[in-house]
């Protein structure tokens, strides 16, 4: 009898233990803030890859933290130019660097670029069922946005990873549906 006792009480906090592991998981972001939008000056605002501009009078969540980063973190994945006079802005955070669409790198949410933490390591990404290792070069900013620095769009959402083309043709995607994708990742 107390065999079986000790036996259900292991299995139950075995369960709360997995349950709290994949709520953990589940987390969603909570909003940090907001900001107020400004209309950019005519003509400044680049909406390659379908980039939202900022608009006069709308308020924006902003975000300081990600969720969780485990072997199979959920995220989105955005198109961003990375190259001069592209939608991405300015040069990259990591290396002060333009990078061309052809090559395999990313911008991640400010909560998982932790500071410059993962600068110019690699990441898996899966999506689309397929894989491709990217390299982190920039930060999607959660925490500001709507001006000259930020190609005058809006913060980034909490879970975003701002993908080149090359990483869109890599995971075989076609071009027509290039733009928002769910994916997981993990550190390489």
């Not at 939202?52 to 975000?63: L, M, R, S, V």
């Not at 072997?71 to 955005?78: P, Y």
């Not at 961003?80 to 052809?102: A, I, L, P």
């Amino acid at each position: 009898m107390k065999k079986q006792v000790f036996l259900s009480v292991l299995v139950v906090c075995f369960l709360f233990l997995v349950i709290d592991c994949l709520s953990d998981e589940a987390q969603t972001c909570t909003q940090s803030g907001t900001m107020s939008g400004e209309n950019p000056p005519p003509g400044e605002c680049n909406q390659e890859n379908n980039s939202n501009c900022c608009k006069e009078g709308e308020t924006y969540p902003t975000y300081d933290y990600s969720p969780p980063v485990s072997g199979s973190t959920n995220a989105k994945l955005t198109l961003n130019g990375f190259g001069k006079n592209q939608d991405g802005g300015h040069e990259s955070k990591c290396d002060e660097e333009y990078h061309t669409k052809d090559e395999l790198v990313v911008a991640l949410s400010t909560g998982w670029f932790d500071k410059k933490a993962r600068c110019l390591t690699y990441i898996n990404i899966n999506g689309n069922e397929n894989s491709v290792k990217a390299k982190v070069v920039d930060e999607c900013d959660s925490t500001m946005g709507c001006d000259e620095q930020h190609a005058y769009q809006p913060p980034c959402d909490c879970n975003i990873v701002d993908a080149s083309e090359a990483v869109w043709k890599a995971l075989g995607v076609p071009e027509d549906n290039w733009g928002g994708l769910d994916i997981t990742w993990s550190d390489a």
